[in-house]
């Protein structure tokens, strides 16, 4: 069983800075894919950024040049910084992992960008 917990959201002013983390534990295997997803009130899960265990990321184009995806391996932790956020960012955020086949998820952490 894999666990996933993302820590770091809460409330900033637009423009401001964030760095959520999600730590996984359990049985992972060296071949996985790691990302965050958002949902706001009203709309879908959306991908915001994801990142290979070589290293790899993909970015929506709402977040690219603005968010940063990078993870430590050996602490099978993945991180989102987040700079010059805007209201329209305000979310809970979710991290994902995909390994083996088969998917898992945080519980998510809230996201709230005030203007």
């Known amino acids: 069983q894999v666990q996933l917990v993302e820590s770091g959201g809460g409330l900033v002013q637009a423009g401001g800075s964030l760095r959520l983390s999600c730590a996984a534990s359990g049985s992972i295997f060296s071949i996985n894919v790691m990302g965050w997803y958002r949902q706001a009130p009203g709309n879908q899960r959306e991908l915001v950024a994801t990142?290979?265990?070589?290293?790899?990321?993909n970015y929506a184009d709402s977040v690219k040049g603005r968010f940063t995806i990078s993870r430590d391996n050996a602490k099978n932790t993945v991180y989102l910084q987040m700079n010059s956020l805007k209201p329209e960012d305000t979310a809970v955020y979710y991290c994902r992992l995909y390994t083996a086949g088969l998917d898992y998820w945080g519980k998510g952490t809230q996201v709230t960008v005030s203007s």
């Open positions: 990142i290979t265990g070589g290293g790899s990321t």
